[in-house]
């Protein structure tokens, strides 16, 4: 496989449930990153990930919970979620840093998660 | 703080015409970034062009191009001879050099008729 790959494609769970969304690169990068993405919102930054090392929280709650356990694998853990964070999660990759200052952003194809 | 604005939720295009989807941005950062991204509807993100705030020429990515103007803050992207297939959301996004957040607009959904 190449690229991003990301599983499940769609996920519905209750409030009480605990689950994981898992996301992973075949594109030798360093940086991890977790979107979300709402109806009529713009993408919101979740967490960045270098080195497996968290670098960014961008004031999730603690219902989800991320974890990198290498640079190839990102995993984001859901509990007692609610209907509000129902949306399309995105996993990203690109390279640690990249001097001409481009640094693209892959992208998976996303998680699209409903809380009933 | 960053802040991306795309002012056009819809448009709608003729195939084989160009367009243009508007972007402008609000920095106070000397450099920085732009992206475009387009989204289909089957979710993924796929990058299109990138322009850095000192590349003096615009971007050009086969029939992406992307209208740079500074002291605008402006970063339109022009599609040129529209295919079926450009039918999606398309989304502009900005970084500030040394930050590895990107900060998306609210996008704009391009349809192309036939």
């Known amino acids: 496989e190449t690229g991003v790959t990301q599983t499940p494609r769609h996920l519905v769970m209750g409030m009480t449930n605990k689950k994981s969304l898992k996301c992973e690169q075949h594109?030798?990068?360093?940086?991890m990153y977790w979107y979300k993405q709402s109806a009529k919102k713009p993408l919101e930054l979740m967490f960045v990930y270098n080195f497996k090392e968290q670098t960014e929280n961008n004031s999730v709650p603690s219902r989800f919970s991320p974890e990198c356990p290498n640079s190839s694998h990102l995993f984001l853990h859901l509990h007692t979620l609610q209907p509000e964070d129902s949306a399309l999660y995105l996993c990203a990759s690109s390279p640690s840093r990249d001097s001409s200052g481009a640094n693209v952003l892959t992208f998976g194809a996303g998680s699209r998660l409903t809380v009933l | 703080a960053q802040k991306i604005t795309q002012t056009q939720p819809g448009m709608f295009v003729q195939e084989k015409e160009a367009v243009t989807l508007d972007c402008t941005y609000d920095?106070?950062?000397?450099?920085?970034?732009l992206f475009w991204y387009k989204q289909p509807s089957s979710g993924e993100m796929i990058f299109l062009i990138y322009q850095g705030s000192y590349d003096e020429q615009n971007a050009t990515e086969g029939r992406y191009s992307l209208n740079f103007q500074k002291a605008r803050k402006s970063a339109n992207l022009v599609i040129s001879a529209s295919q079926l297939g450009d039918s999606a959301m398309y989304f502009c996004?900005?970084?500030?050099?040394?930050?590895?957040?990107?900060?998306f607009g609210q996008g704009t959904r391009l349809t192309i008729n036939p």
């Open positions: 594109l030798g990068h360093n940086a």
């Open positions: 996004a900005m970084r500030e050099r040394g930050a590895q957040k990107l900060v």
């Open positions: 920095t106070s950062d000397q450099s920085y970034g």
